[in-house]
T-cell receptor, first 113, second 113 residues
Framework: ETGVTQTPRHLVMGMTNKKSLKCEQHLGHNAMYWYKQSAKKPLELMFVYSLEERVENNSVPSRFSPECPNSSHLFLHLHTLQPEDSALYLC????????????FGPGTRLTVT | GQQLNQSPQSMFIQEGEDVSMNCTSSSIFNTWLWYKQDPGEGPVLLIALYKAGELTSNGRLTAQFGITRKDSFLNISASIPSDVGIYFCAGHSQKTSGSRLTFGEGTQLTVNP
């Protein structure tokens, strides 16, 4: 595997379900990010991790819970989501917080029913 | 907050034509990035710019960092059908916190064969 991978690519879940999104980067980077991409809107930064430590939480509802067990893996745990949370969730990584070139995974298309 | 205005929102061109799109900001940026996103995929980094006035090419793509540091331009020469997709600009400002990037809303490019 190369670059940034994300699983699953597609996810349909009910509002009472609990699921997790997984991201893995194979670039040796130290910073990882979660973004939300909704139609016709700019990318919204959700969380930033640097060396496994959360450095930014962009006022995201608590029904989204990130986890970064090591510098290569990032998870987004989901529970009791709302239909408006349906979107493409993108993971990205960069060499460090001051390296502005971010490399994205293919995303997870989430549909909340 | 900071905003990036990207134009045009969409373009419909014939194969072989040249394309120009731009991104403007009301504040100064010290880094500009251009990404392309294919349907169902994550954004792919095309070009990164770090210096005012810088002109950088990547194959048929050329991007420029505006002298005022408040804008950037992307040109595609001799377009081909696989150029279809959404092109995003992203910028980083010294005034923003950490590694936060500001993204434009994208330019949807359609190339007719």
């Amino acid at each position: 595997e190369t670059g940034v991978t994300q699983t699953p690519r597609h996810l349909v879940m009910g509002m009472t379900n609990k699921k997790s999104l997984k991201c893995e980067q194979h670039l040796g980077h130290n910073a990882m990010y979660w973004y939300k991409q909704s139609a016709k809107k700019p990318l919204e930064l959700m969380f930033v991790y640097s060396l496994e430590e959360r450095v930014e939480n962009n006022s995201v509802p608590s029904r989204f819970s990130p986890e970064c067990p090591n510098s290569s893996h990032l998870f987004l745990h989901l529970h009791t989501l709302q239909p408006e949370d349906s979107a493409l969730y993108l993971c990205a990584s960069s060499q460090g917080l001051q390296a502005y070139e971010q490399y994205f995974g293919p995303g997870t298309r989430l549909t909340v029913t | 907050g900071q905003q990036l205005n990207q134009s045009p929102q969409s373009m419909f061109i014939q194969e072989g034509e040249d394309v120009s799109m731009n991104c403007t900001s009301s504040s100064i940026f010290n880094t500009w990035l251009w990404y392309k996103q294919d349907p169902g995929e994550g954004p792919v980094l095309l070009i990164a710019l770090y210096k005012a006035g810088e002109l950088t090419s990547n194959g048929r793509l050329t991007a420029q960092f505006g002298i005022t540091r408040k804008d950037s331009f992307l040109n595609i020469s001799a377009s081909i059908p696989s150029d279809v997709g959404i092109y995003f600009c992203a910028g980083h400002s010294q005034k923003t916190s950490g590694s936060r990037l500001t993204f434009g809303e994208g330019t949807q490019l359609t190339v007719n064969p």
